[in-house]
């Protein structure tokens, strides 16, 4: 299950929550998917039942512990058989052109780096991010109940911000790479460069972005200046200014 943050129009209004990515051009609003399965079941008040089962935002989910991420899994699969059947409303998993996808938590509870510098996180920001600075890319790891580690994302450190990508796995895949690419040049890194990295107990909703790996410096002249990130589980993209740094 890869879970994110997106928002979106609804009429005069605009609704952000919690999203599962759903095949390839769909995202499951899970709270709403939740009360739908539990009105249905004729329970009452499925709204505020819902939304204390499987939060509408990914930092309670993770701060609610691993009994609201398994009700998270169970909706999910829900939303998949109900999707394979054809008939599940836009209202309740809308296209993925129709939303906004943020940072996949967009107010984490402290954001930092494995060595405990602490980050700025309301400079936090997300997909589609015009930098000025080339940031280093890597991964972040995203902290649940326990000192747990309850998933990974993308992230771009940078000395003035962090962008986080939009979609957290729940499990780091056993093999794979972080593919960096720029104006036709092109950067990789297994993610077994941090297998043996130990990792600070983290609270619930923290983010620790790990060192970036070591990576060939991209030439100065880059266009387009478009820079592109990429795992198993995401696609990052970023705007690189007409003055960029690059340190």
Partial sequence: MILGTASWAEGPSERRALVARLGENRVADLSRIEAFRLRKLGEGRPEVMAEALVPSSLRLLLESGPRALQRARQTFSYAEKWAKRGDLPEILAPRLEAVRLLPCLPRPAALRTASGVLLDR???????????????????????????????????????????????TL?????????????????????????DLELPSLRPAEVCLLPPPRLKALPEALEPRTLT???PWDVLKVGLGADLTIH
């Fill in 229 to 231: 990130v990429r795992t």
């Fill in 122 to 168: 309301l400079a936090l920001r997300g997909p589609g991010a015009q930098l000025s600075v080339l940031p280093f890319p890597t991964l972040a790891a995203v902290g649940a109940t326990e000192g747990r580690v309850g998933g990974w994302c993308l992230a771009l450190e940078g000395p003035d911000c962090t962008v986080l990508g939009a979609w957290l």
């Fill in 171 to 195: 499990e780091l895949p056993a093999s794979g790479h972080l593919e960096v690419a720029c104006g036709g040049h092109k950067r990789s890194a297994p993610f077994s460069a941090w297998e």
